[in-house]
């Protein structure tokens, strides 16, 4: 029988999140979950260690069947512990690193046929691709091995049980368990590797694995448009900032148009209704809202909903205020609103035609790229 040890142990101190890696999301399912499920064709036994405190919320995703106990402080440490409970049946054991969520089950496959071949000891490796060079602790380079006999190896790694058992006997700390088995003297061999095996370390790595998902981010697209005719006596607020000795317009709310078209793209973007929808008449509590206020409450029901802005773009059709002067002041008020977006701000007149050009108001036209954060 094949025996499978998945290290899921670790904190994941450089990836940064305030769980262990194991349990980051990785598309629709966390990586432990990604790292059992490929697993789980191949071998009989499966044992996952957990790190302290978090073994109930493992079993919980992997399910009855998989083994969880507590990992050690160390890699190798884990990998003792799980040893520890691998059936005496078992013939071949393959030790696995949660962090490798995507290596696939066809891997795990071949690692298994070439020890079903003889070998005891079988890692997948790939090309090393850049020079690696031999430094001493001040920073010079001592030696340059030569790259064409250099591999970059991953897991699952597949032993023998017993040339496993005594190459953990010795309580050495490595970082893969087939350095335990070379200090024995005994032959490793090298099959290919995977790119999709990548070990997720940082947050960049997290991004690699999902194209290997063929999850790169969709984007969606939406526009927006407001018009409203000016009125006397009202103060004009205008994308984002006050224009002191412009008369103002009428509106439900302040009236700024260039927010409320932004405001209408995105809910066009993300289709989660539109202005009138989300702040219209029926909530009294939008009445005489700013613009700003929109466009934040706005992203809170947007972000709330999966999404995150790419891009925002609005052109405010009216014959004044003119924008180019306090383009950038703009700009930064409506980026602020949105909580840092990406956004331009353009402006024309409409050559004396139609509302604006007639004089009778002020229109804006937005534009809004935006994505589902994964
Ligand atoms: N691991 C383990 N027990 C430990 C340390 C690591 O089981 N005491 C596991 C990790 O969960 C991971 C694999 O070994 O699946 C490879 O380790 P690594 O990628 O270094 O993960 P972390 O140790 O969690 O990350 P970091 O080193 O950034 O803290
Ligand atoms: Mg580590």
Redesign the pocket.
Known sequence: MIAAII?????????GASI???LIQLGDRTLIEHAVSSISSIADQIIV?APAGYEDAITKLVGDDVLVVT?????S???RIALARVSPDAQYVLVH???RALASSRLATQVIEALKNGDVAVIPGLPQTDTVKVVDSDGYVTSTPDRSNLRRVQTPQGFSYSVLQQAHASKIDATDDAALVEALGMKVRIIEGEERAL?I?TPADLATSLQFLGKSSTFTTGVGVDAHRFEEGRELWLAGIFWPDQAGVEGHSDGDVAAHAICDALFAATNLGDLGSNFGVSRPEYAGASGTTLLQETLALITKAGFRISHVSVQVIGNRPKIGARRVEAIAALSSALGGAEVALLATTTDGMGLTGEGKGIAAIASALVYRAI
């Not at 990992?71 to 890699?75: F, Q």
Request: cysteine-free.
């Open positions: 290290a899921a142990a670790g904190s994941g101190e450089r990836f262990p890696k194991a260690t990992g050690g402080a160390t890699r440490d884990s990998v690193d949660a962090a070990k370390t």
